[in-house]
């Protein structure tokens, strides 16, 4: 069985910074990508950041500049930085994993969701 758990959310004023992380464990074989979306409310989840295991990042057009994905392969880790975050970045942020857990196959997997809040 695969989790992925997030920790690092929290409120931060505009113009400040938060780090997010998100360990995966569990029968992992191989991960592909991983990566983290956000959703705020009202509206449809959204791709925030990914990284492949090439290391080939990808940006939502929102955060490019401000936010920087990485990942510790050893330790299965990605790393979400956020800097000068804006109000509109406020939203639930959500783990992903494209893993094969055993199966022979890549499945995406979710993490429970970690809250960030952006005051002005």
């Known amino acids: 069985q695969v989790q992925l758990v997030e920790s690092g959310g929290g409120l931060v004023q505009a113009g400040g910074s938060l780090r997010l992380s998100c360990a995966a464990s569990?029968?992992?074989?191989?991960?592909?990508?991983m990566g983290w979306y956000r959703q705020a409310p009202g509206k449809q989840r959204e791709l925030v950041a990914r990284i492949i295991s090439g290391g080939t990042t990808d940006y939502a057009d929102s955060v490019k500049g401000r936010f920087t994905i990485s990942r510790d392969n050893a330790k299965d880790t990605v790393f979400l930085q956020m800097d000068s975050l804006k109000p509109e970045d406020t939203a639930v942020y959500y783990c992903?994993?494209?893993?094969?857990?055993?199966?022979?196959?890549?499945?995406?997997?979710w993490g429970q969701g970690t809250q960030v809040t952006v005051s002005s």
């Open positions: 569990g029968s992992i074989v191989s991960i592909n990508a």
């Open positions: 992903n994993a494209d893993l094969d857990g055993g199966s022979g196959y890549y499945t995406f997997y």
